[in-house]
């Protein structure tokens, strides 16, 4: 996918002010540290349009991104970071679930989980809500580059065991330093656009 352009659009909290729904939406979720921003800067060819930083918990908002004047990214923010005031984390649930559960405009929500990590509870909670709301959904394992070619598919197998995916729930490897699995991940979001407002019914534990 060529990017010719990408620019900021706004960011909305619990009060739910979101751009006017002109475009479909690719989200993008992840724990805080996973490499979120990476992987959004990786497929636009950007360094810096979403914000990385060292500081795991520091994105509280939700941030509008259009791409080729046609697609909009959503980076939703980290979740899982302990030294993020009480109140905000308390808010990260209602604030996205609104979010998963209203937005028309949403096309696919990109679920990135470290390649390395078993996913916790608050992975498993979002994926549960993704199918709960019937969202298209796909699973990004970022990092991969840190482990060999063998370790990474014996991790692909073994997450994709642990959350009980289904054959239609995908999982794709991810590197934001070599770029493996852009082009991969760049075709389902192409796919999900263009099949349009449908949502996909996934329920707990079925495909």
Do not use: C
């Amino acid at each position: 996918m060529k990017v010719t352009t990408a620019r900021y659009l706004t960011s909305a909290g619990a009060n739910g002010r979101y751009p006017e729904p002109d475009f479909p939406e690719i989200a993008f979720a992840g724990r805080s540290n996973v490499g979120k921003s990476s992987l959004v800067n990786t497929l636009v060819n950007r360094k810096n349009l979403a914000r990385t930083s060292a500081t795991p918990g520091k994105t509280q908002l939700l941030n509008f991104f259009l791409i080729n004047d046609k697609v909009v990214f959503v980076d939703l923010p980290g979740y899982g970071y302990a030294r993020v005031p009480v109140d905000v984390r308390r808010s990260w649930g209602p604030m996205v679930e609104r979010f998963l559960r209203e937005r028309e405009t949403l096309r696919l929500v990109v679920l990135i989980l470290d390649v390395r990590r078993e996913p916790s509870e608050q992975d498993r909670s979002l994926l549960e809500w993704l199918r709960a709301y019937g969202r298209f959904h796909v699973i990004a394992l970022s990092k991969v580059d840190k482990l060999s070619y063998s370790g990474k598919k014996r991790r692909i197998a073994e997450i994709r065991d642990s959350l009980g995916l289904g054959p239609d729930e995908e999982v794709l490897p991810f590197s934001a330093r070599t770029g493996e699995g852009k082009d991969a991940l760049w075709g389902v979001i192409r796919k999900a656009v263009e099949r349009g407002g449908d949502r996909a019914f996934f329920h707990p534990g079925t495909a």
